[in-house]
């Protein structure tokens, strides 16, 4: 299939999309991969065209921080499977949160975040931003009516995860988008953990959307980095501010290509992912030692109806709580042996972590239980391993711990 570099690609299905957009063979002597452009600067043909590419007179590369080749053809991609306009690549996923928020952002400006968040995203909003004169509310944004309490017209940006970090609660898009909207607030979604394989923000009225690229869109945890995708004019507005000067969270050209290795099966993983979790949600459910499990794809799962509306599958995220609460909990991460007691999410390996003490420590205890994040709470990144060797494991830890 020749995929043209300025071609309608979005004609074509997901994964050709993924393995294809924006990349013609014949303008790079015929390689079948992209090439890597390991390169900090690049050569001006003459002094004039220099001054004239720093002015934005002239198209090309000017300088490795904000531009690359590499990064450029993930951008493009990343842009066609979100179904946004452009993208921009950045150093980690709090690098591209960061360098969004910041370019968006005045003192004096409101935000409203969800108030379950990835704990770092957590301390940028409530700590960071608060000290350079923003206003950061937080609600319960499952619950549209939660927004309309708390947005004003000072208010800029709406801010939140779906399915959130680590409960796996899901927030309506298109309900909170219609609300932000009509108050002139941009609807900013971090898409982490559904990625584009599963759910497009844009599509239900999200105005940007952010990613750790770390997690399932790079796939194989050998890198991080973190996407933007949105409008032309805002994201070269993040690219010229954010990133040029106060962010410098750059991409290394090798991780934008090793993400765009990840993003070819990306439609793959997510199936399987999906696919996995849903069995070793229902076996858990109906496990005696289980209290409560949070699985999106579940009949029994709180918002179920939106999941269904806004996504196509449930992802590889679930969370779950033991009767016996945080010992029991603990004690089945230290029985587990295939599964790895890790932080992060989304690789091939199955990994588990305790939210309390580890991705979500940076909220205190009083925050924790002020926003339901409880301290027995379980987090399992379900991966790509034989389901039935997941489920031994998981069921002899589960048998072991209580
Ligand atoms: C974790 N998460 O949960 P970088 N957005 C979401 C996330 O889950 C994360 C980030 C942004 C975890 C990391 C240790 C929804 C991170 C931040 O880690 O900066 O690429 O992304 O286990």
Redesign the pocket.
Known sequence: MAATKDGDNRKFGFSTRAIHHGYDPSSEHGALTPPIFMTSTYAFESAEAGGEMFRGERPGYVYGRTRNPTQALLEERIASLEGGEAALALA????A?TATMWTLLSAGDQVVLDHT?????FSFFTHGLPRFGVDVRLADLTDPANLEAVITDKTKVVFF?TPA??NLRVIDIAAIAAIARAHGALTVV?N??STPALQRPLAHGADLV??????FLGGHGDL???LLVGPADTVHQVRQHGLRYLTGATLSPMAAFLIMRGLKTLEIRMARHSESAMRIADTLAGHRAIASLSYPWREDFAQRDVARRQMSGGGGLLAFELKGGMTAGLAFMNHVDLVTRA???GDSETLV?HPAS??HSSYSAEERAEHGLSDGLV?LSVGLENVEDLLDDIGGALDAAT
Do not use: C, W
Not at 92 to 95: A, V
Not at 210 to 215: D, G, L, N, R, Y
């Open positions: 980690t996923g709090m690098g949160i968040v990835y704990g770092n995203t995860e970090n680590p971090d982490t953990f952010v990613h750790s690229a770390t997690k991080l980095a973190g932080v992060s999410l972590q580890m991705t987090r």
